[in-house]
């Protein structure tokens, strides 16, 4: 599957845990995005990735989040101190500069 | 800001045409996109418009633009059950994030 895999699918944890998402993008996609989904909602844009440069971010990304792309290939969003208002489905898209292409997604509940 | 608008719930019979509309508000974005995605599953991508095009035909898919009045619709012609589904449209932003509206929720009745 050539397609951009997000792990784990699912996670569910405690209030307060850290918490560490996933994503393999697309082979050779230099552009990497994430976004989060609550539900009956449209995805909303977190952070974007050029390479390994982290280039946007969203006043949505609370000194909480944290996102990494150290080689330019896969990224990993870490959530620390988690609350239940993080519970959303989290999904990454990878482009080569045109449409982005996303992934399954992990859907985190905390509970 | 940006904002994209769309009605939450469209039902069609199947064999009938589905037009799911979308409004923006961005008159910068340079492409807008139509997204599918059913229950549990990621976003996949159905077709996008460049924004100095009015039309684009893509097999059962038609994307309509109308610029000025930054109006944008998907029809999908002789729906099938398999098209039930949300869609998504959504425009680019300047580094190219996607904003994306709330969704409309297909139900395609047999």
């Known amino acids: 599957d050539t397609g951009v895999s997000q792990n784990p699918r699912h996670k569910i944890t405690k209030r307060g845990q850290n918490v560490t998402f996933r994503c393999d993008p697309i082979s050779e996609h230099n552009r990497l995005y994430w976004y989060r989904q609550t539900l009956g909602q449209g995805p909303e844009f977190l952070t974007y990735f050029q390479n390994e440069a982290q280039l946007e971010k969203s006043r949505l990304l609370s000194d909480r989040f944290s996102a990494e792309r150290p080689k330019g290939s896969f990224s990993t969003l870490e959530i620390q101190r988690t609350e239940q208002g993080d519970s959303a489905m989290y999904l990454c898209?990878?482009?080569?500069?045109?449409?982005?292409?996303f992934g399954q997604g992990t859907r985190l509940t905390v509970v | 800001g940006e904002d994209v608008e769309q009605s939450l719930f469209l039902s069609v019979r199947e064999g009938d045409s589905s037009v799911i509309n979308c409004t923006y508000t961005d008159s910068s974005s340079t492409y807008l996109y139509w997204y599918k995605q059913e229950p549990g599953a990621g976003l996949q991508l159905l077709t996008y418009?460049?924004?100095?095009?009015d039309m684009k035909q893509d097999q059962r898919l038609t994307v309509l633009l109308n610029k000025k009045d930054k109006h944008l619709s998907l029809r999908i012609a002789d729906t099938q059950t398999g098209d039930s589904a949300i869609y998504f449209c959504?425009?680019?932003?300047?580094?190219?994030?996607?904003?994306f509206g709330s969704g409309t929720q297909l139900t395609v009745l047999p």
């Open positions: 418009i460049f924004s100095n095009m």
């Open positions: 959504a425009e680019e932003g300047s580094a190219r994030q996607l904003t």
């Open positions: 898209a990878s482009s080569p500069g045109g449409e982005a292409f």
